[in-house]
């Protein structure tokens, strides 16, 4: 390891929040920061270096950017030449090594740790990979616009569809309109403007109204989450057929974690095979501050 080294940085970019953490050489946290969306495929590339030059300004200010090395794992950086142009733009600052990566690098160290097994991210969007041995395979991530279900955006948009039908002819979930408008402090049909110009991220953020009307005893509620978890499930298969998996472990990570209790038994319901599903608690920034440690020990 490099001795100029004194901070280590990690970054986990998504598209409803990014997370900065700073640490010193043995995991200690020095700072945490959390901003909002930095995906480059829902907001541009322009946002992720705005999003990034904030977060990185604000966190290090206080420290040696000479000493510190960065790997940031952001959502959408594998889509065209964006991880490319995010390496380029991190090599301004100065670190002493940087690197840049998807998000679903962050949840394969955190979850998987090296081992065999699918990581999936079930967050604003949907993604997994499986590994095995040094072979990994992907399946779904392709966006709110080709995955057709499974991700906060879907739970969200078929929340906001439930109501709007509660609406037009009383055939969706009038405790879901309910919720949705409590939420929003005023009537739905007023915010489709807003619902719009706030994309996918904020389309995700009516996804814990499910959950809530499930809990409340709503039955299209409890349709839609059968519904994503089998699109959930699917994505799941995919990526472990590949790999001829027969059991193995299956860790969940991303916001959708905070509802395991009622997601659990329908993914399993629908996901292939003896296998042992898990639900992340520990941050993927971690997995971040993991992966910038290996860059300066190798420097």
């Known amino acids: 390891m490099s001795s100029n080294i004194r ?43 705005s999003v990034l030059r904030e977060g990185i300004t604000e966190i290090c200010k206080n420290a040696d950017i000479s000493k510190t090395s960065v790997f940031a794992g952001i959502a959408g950086s594998k889509s065209g030449d964006n991880q490319k142009l995010i390496c380029d733009f991190l090599s301004g600052f100065g670190f002493c090594s940087f690197a840049c990566g998807s998000d679903i690098d962050l949840a ?28 990994l395979h992907r399946a779904g991530g392709y966006g709110y616009m080709i995955d057709k279900g499974g991700s906060g955006f879907h739970f969200g948009s078929d929340a906001l569809n439930s109501a709007f039908r509660y609406i037009d002819c009383k055939d969706g979930s009038e405790m879901i309109l309910k919720l949705i408008e409590k939420k929003l402090g005023k009537k739905l049909e007023s915010s489709v403007s807003e619902i719009y110009s706030g994309g996918p991220s904020y389309v995700a953020s009516f996804a814990p109204v499910v959950f809530e009307a499930h809990k409340l005893g709503d039955s299209v509620a409890t349709e839609i989450i059968d519904r994503n978890a089998s699109e959930a499930a699917k994505i799941i298969n995919d990526a472990r057929k590949v790999l001829s998996f027969s059991d193995e472990k299956i860790v969940i990570c991303g916001g959708l974690c905070k509802q395991k209790d009622i997601l659990t038994p329908y993914l399993m319901k629908h996901i292939e095979g003896d296998v042992t599903l898990t639900f992340l608690d520990e941050a993927m920034v971690n997995g971040a501050i993991t ?3 290996r860059l300066c020990e190798n420097a």
């Open 108 to 135: 394969l160290e955190v979850a998987l740790k090296g081992e065999n097994g699918t990581a999936v991210i079930m967050g604003t969007g949907i993604v997994a990979y499986s590994r095995f041995g040094e072979t």
């Open 291 to 293: 992966l910038a440690k």
């Open 7 to 49: 901070y280590l940085l990690g970054i986990d970019g998504g598209g409803t929040k990014t997370e900065f953490l700073l640490t010193d050489l043995s995991g200690n946290e020095v700072r945490r920061l959390f901003l909002g969306n930095s995906n480059p495929v829902n907001k541009g590339i322009e946002n992720t270096f």
